[in-house]
């Protein structure tokens, strides 16, 4: 296999994506609500020593919970955060549960070059190099980015044979991970879930919905990210205004439109010779539209 399939593979724990994800807004609560539902099907041995341990057995019950599938679904609008979370939430999970780690990123690139035929291969590979990658004092994560143009419902009628069979090797795969006892967990990210087919859904462990920031995680968002200057609460309030939807046509800034377009362009219009003001950013915000939401 080359590892040109894949975007990126990064060795877990990972500081650079620890320093990213503390810069996260919101991402404890997400992270807690999936560490939840996945920490018993992280650890089977774990949970068989609790109960050998609490209960002198092990319970019955113990290997229905394991039987559940390790996929969580990621979904929201463009710019909310779905990608940086997949690799900062399975880094904070080997650390939590002690292991090292192992997160492949399905290449979008091999996709967007529409090659449809070879759609199934690709999933073959990317599983077969999951299962190598697990162990049991390592997980491995594979990130399907973007996973709408691979995991498409079959009920779509223009679909082409081997995109159905894509699906279906897809499927077969996300059951075949169960085997893996708990050492193997699959993120899917996408803008559109109603794409995305329902057998796929039916066995996520989770679907995490993504939001734009509201008005306190805008507010919070410029307070960090600018954090040096010194701007008043009136004048974060003001940011945080210029950026809800109430201002911009009922759909307000993402977190990319804030972090990737509108801060760096509010600096280059500072950079070398003046100071980032207040007056600047609001100029800024003004001539930047938000993304459209993705439907
Ligand atoms: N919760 C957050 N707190 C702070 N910044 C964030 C947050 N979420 C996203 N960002 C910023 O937005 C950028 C884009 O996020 P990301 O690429 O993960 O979005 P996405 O949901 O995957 O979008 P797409 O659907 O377009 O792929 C990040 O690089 C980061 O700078
Ligand atoms: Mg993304």
Redesign the pocket.
């Known amino acids: 296999m080359t590892t040109s399939v894949f975007d990126n593979t990064i060795e877990l724990p990972n500081e650079e994506v620890k320093k990213r994800t503390q810069?996260?807004?919101?991402?404890e609560n997400k992270f807690q609500r999936i560490f939840g539902n996945l920490k018993l099907l992280l650890d089977q041995e774990g949970l068989v020593e609790w109960s050998k341990k609490f209960h002198g057995v092990e319970l019955p019950i113990i290997h229905q919970l394991t039987d559940r599938y390790p996929l969580v679904i990621?979904e929201?609008?463009?710019?909310?955060?779905?990608?940086?979370?997949a690799e900062g939430i399975a880094d904070r999970m080997v650390r939590e549960l002690k292991k090292e780690g192992f997160f492949l990123k399905l290449s979008t690139r091999v996709r967007g070059e529409g090659l449809h035929g070879q759609m199934g291969n690709l999933v073959n590979s990317a599983f077969a190099e999951l299962k190598t990658q697990a162990g049991k004092k390592r997980l491995a994560f594979l990130l399907i980015?973007?996973a709408d143009a691979i995991a498409t419902t079959r009920s779509t009628l223009q679909m082409h044979q081997e995109e159905k069979a894509a699906v279906n090797t897809l499927i077969q795969k996300i059951d075949e991970v169960r085997e893996l006892k708990g050492r193997a967990v699959i993120f899917m990210?996408t803008?559109r879930l109603h794409f995305i087919d329902e057998a796929i859904i039916r066995r996520a462990a989770v679907v995490l919905k993504?939001e734009r920031?509201t008005d306190e995680?805008r507010k919070e968002?410029f307070a960090k990210s600018l954090e040096g200057i010194k701007l008043t609460a009136e004048q974060l309030q003001e940011l945080s205004q210029l950026t809800s939807p109430e201002q911009n046509d009922n759909l307000g800034h993402?977190?990319?439109d804030?972090?990737?377009k509108i801060l760096p362009e509010a600096i280059a219009a500072s950079f070398p010779y003046n100071a980032l003001t207040f007056e600047i950013l609001c100029n800024t915000i003004r001539n930047i539209k938000p993304s459209p939401e993705?439907k």
């Open positions: 810069n996260l807004i919101g991402f990621l929201g609008d463009a710019g909310t955060g779905k990608t940086v979370s980015d973007e990210s803008n993504f920031p995680e968002l993402s977190f990319s804030i972090m990737l993705i």
